[in-house]
């Protein structure tokens, strides 16, 4: 593919993706929606516009067609689907032991907040209600991987791909930039974390940047977007929807959410590790992108 194709192909994909989202959320999302359902419905269509805009530039923009797309499962990779699966634990652990100590308030593992929607059998009470709620919610994630191939398919079945070849590292950043941004509509709405909508947008990219580089990471060594697929479902259905459920005071979600600051410290580790894993691995010209 020649460079001229291959930029023709990224702008078209970024319009597409920006143009159909933000189309899609300006008419459907209204502000101050506090259900979390009814935002996951009124969000769905726009969250396929990645999706959409890769099938629309690989078919008929660049005809480049799906091989390199990761469409296969490859599950013989299937340590690599574990850990994009169970990733959230490890970010959740830390920051609920990290967070009281820093004078955050103390998760509410009760769900008391939710009033009358928590009450519920005495059998589901204490360390019963955060098992189940675990549990539950590590199976929505399961289930929930076709709804962000949505975004994968895009994300990391295109852009990231076609951003800088040879340089994964800086494609990772500017794709996790780009895809902050992308959710910009959803923000200035209140549906991130509280506070200043740009302040929100750039601890949001933070936070993008680093999944990027972990999803990015999925998808080489699984050769696979339902990998990262997985990891961008359990990341919202565990570890957004936990951080959420126990600190239920918004205020503090842009430091104890899952992809708030606390957040940042292990995702920022496990990027550490996969950078000095592929520096190990790459030649000294591939090893300083």
């Known amino acids: 593919m020649s460079d001229r194709t291959r930029v023709v192909g990224i702008v078209t994909y970024l319009v597409l993706a920006f143009g159909i989202a933000w189309g899609s959320w300006e008419l459907l999302l209204p502000a101050g929606l506090t259900s979390q359902t009814l935002f996951s419905l009124y969000a769905l269509p726009g969250a396929f516009a990645p999706a959409l805009a890769t099938f629309i530039v690989r078919k008929w923009i660049t005809r480049e067609g799906f091989a390199d797309a990761g469409l296969a499962l490859n599950l013989s990779k299937w340590r690599y689907y574990l850990v ?58 399961l289930l929930a991987t076709p709804v962000l191939f949505g ?98 005071d918004r205020s503090d979600w842009i430091y104890v959410s899952y992809l708030g600051v606390l957040g940042w410290i292990p995702f920022a580790f496990g990027c550490a590790l996969i950078l000095a894993g592929r520096a190990r691995h790459s030649s000294p010209a591939m090893a300083s992108a």
């Not at 959740?92 to 009281?100: K, R, V, Y």
Request: aromatic share 14%; glycine share 12%; hydrophobic share 55%.
């Open 84 to 141: 994009a699966w169970f990733l959230p634990f490890l970010g959740i652990g830390f920051i609920l032991i990290c967070a009281p100590l820093l004078g955050f308030p103390h998760p509410d593992f009760s769900l008391s907040h939710l009033g009358a929607q928590a009450k519920l059998p005495h059998a589901l009470e204490g360390l019963n209600i955060v098992v189940v709620t675990m549990v539950s919610l590590t199976v929505t994630a």
């Open 151 to 248: 975004e994968e398919f895009g994300w990391r079945g295109y852009l990231q791909l076609r951003l800088f070849p040879g340089r994964p590292t800086l494609a990772a950043i500017v794709t996790g930039i780009i895809w902050g941004a992308w959710h910009w509509p959803a923000i200035v709405r209140g549906y991130e974390f509280g506070g200043d909508p740009m302040i929100v947008t750039g601890a949001f990219c933070v936070g993008a940047v680093l999944s990027s580089i972990i999803f990015g990471w999925l998808r080489e060594k699984t050769g696979s977007v339902w990998a990262p697929s997985l990891a961008h479902a359990a990341t919202n259905a565990i570890g957004g929807s936990v951080t959420a459920l126990w600190f239920p």
